[in-house]
T-cell receptor
């Protein structure tokens, strides 16, 4: 069975600082991996996804993530955060035969301080 | 309207009430999903419909009854709920169809349900 762990429940960073959110997954083969963002009162929005190929993927809003098979990780990064990045971030894994059944992590809440 | 809409946005109901949640997608998609989001727990997939046919029921109690009359509309009928059913219920849609490719899921804003 697939599973996702987001070890950080809450992270606080200063505006302009760099950001890394951790995600570890468990899956028997190379999975499909996703990062979603949820702003207060909103649904989830896809930031980026990894299916195959280049292990460094670029997403929207200046985010990127790197797939590391040896570490079973898919960490999300941003070089300089903006106050509008304050939100909850969810990592998700899906099976590589594409049946669209996603397993989500518990989320990481990001707070930005001036 | 664009994207995925959900009504109502907030719902308070007693354990003996019957209510329904509505989801509508304006994206021309063929697959629709219900998720439950509880505090401090991962997002839980409840039901999946593909071309109006239910393809996934993730061991959801029978007090939750989904209905998908067409590819654009999805309902979740609620009856005799328990306080632990209080959560944010999210609807999503995707292109659906072939199992050989993955299609991005687009989420609605959710219905915040409180069961008293």
């Amino acid at each position: 069975a697939q599973s996702v762990t987001q070890p950080d429940i809450h992270i606080t960073v200063s505006e302009g600082a760099s950001l890394e959110l951790r995600c570890n997954y468990s899956y028997g083969a190379t999975p499909y991996l996703f990062w979603y963002v949820q702003s207060p009162g909103q649904g989830l929005q896809l930031l980026l996804k990894y299916f195959s190929g280049d292990t460094l993927v670029q997403g929207i809003k200046g985010f990127e993530a790197e797939f590391k098979r040896s570490q079973s990780s898919f960490n999300l990064r941003k070089p300089s955060v903006h106050w509008s990045d304050a939100a909850e971030y969810f990592c998700a894994v899906g099976p590589n035969f594409g049946n669209e059944k996603l397993t989500f992590g518990t989320g990481t809440r990001l707070t930005i301080i001036p | 309207e664009t994207g995925v809409t959900q009504t109502p946005r907030h719902l308070v109901m007693g354990m003996t009430n019957k209510k329904s949640l509505k989801c509508e997608q304006h994206l021309g998609h063929n697959a629709m999903y219900w998720y439950k989001q509880s505090a401090k727990k991962p997002l839980e997939l409840m039901f999946v419909y593909n071309f109006k046919e239910q393809t996934e029921n993730n061991s959801v109690p029978s007090r939750f009854s989904p209905e998908c009359p067409n590819s654009s509309h999805l309902f979740l009928h609620l009856h005799t709920l328990q306080p632990e059913d209080s959560a944010l219920y999210l609807c999503a849609s995707s292109q659906g169809g072939s199992a050989s490719s993955y299609n991005e899921q687009f989420f609605g804003p959710g219905t915040r349900l409180t069961v008293l």
